[in-house]
């Protein structure tokens, strides 16, 4: 493409691409952000293709980054989660399950293999016949659940419904569909 034909965006990608690797040939992550943080992001194949890399490559600069790794499915996730968690809490079991429990729905069932069984795992806490439902409570004392505290599980009341969560409030129809265990969940 000839110089006059690229647009502003193309110009500031192009550039980017130019200053990409540092004097050892190595991709800078600072690049890598760079072009995930445009508006819109610039997805991480082309990123790949733009650098002759693998997208494991780019994966690997980007691991870690909640701000680079795919925002729409993030706020998907955020948007489907009934109550927003304090920082602390985000790093229990309890916490990763519900983001694997709607994950699975996002994905129509397809997780990786540690997913699947964790969730089989944290569906079994609940119970067989989901005696049990997973409570976040900010002001939860540490516990078996959660060694920073914040969940718990308790008895299932008859305002849990069938859900693997108690909701503080009323839940969108969406997340009625998230947060339900599946049937047969044991076979999954």
């Not at 706020?75 to 429990?101: D, G, I, M, S, W």
């Amino acid at each position: 493409m000839a110089n006059d034909e690229m647009t502003e965006r193309d110009r500031r990608i192009d550039g980017i691409v130019r200053e990409a690797r540092g004097d050892d040939g190595k991709i800078r992550t600072s690049a890598v952000e760079a072009l995930r943080t445009m508006d819109p992001p610039v997805s991480v194949a082309r990123i790949a293709e733009l650098l002759g890399v693998t997208r494991q490559s780019i994966y690997l600069h980007i691991r870690g980054n909640k701000n680079l790794l795919d925002r729409k499915h993030n706020e998907e996730l955020e948007k489907l989660r009934p109550f927003e968690v304090q920082h602390e809490h985000r790093k229990c079991t309890a916490y990763v399950n519900l983001t694997h429990q709607i994950d699975y729905y996002l994905s129509d069932g397809k997780l990786a293999d540690y997913k699947l069984k964790r969730l089989r795992s944290f569906w079994r806490a609940l119970g067989t016949n989901m005696s049990q439902v997973l409570v976040y409570d900010p002001e939860q004392e540490p516990n078996y659940v959660s060694k920073e505290g914040g969940w718990r599980y308790e008895t299932r009341q008859p305002a849990d419904e069938d859900f693997v969560v108690r909701p503080p409030g009323e839940l969108t129809d969406e997340q009625k569909r998230v947060l339900r265990r599946p049937e047969g969940w044991e076979s999954i």
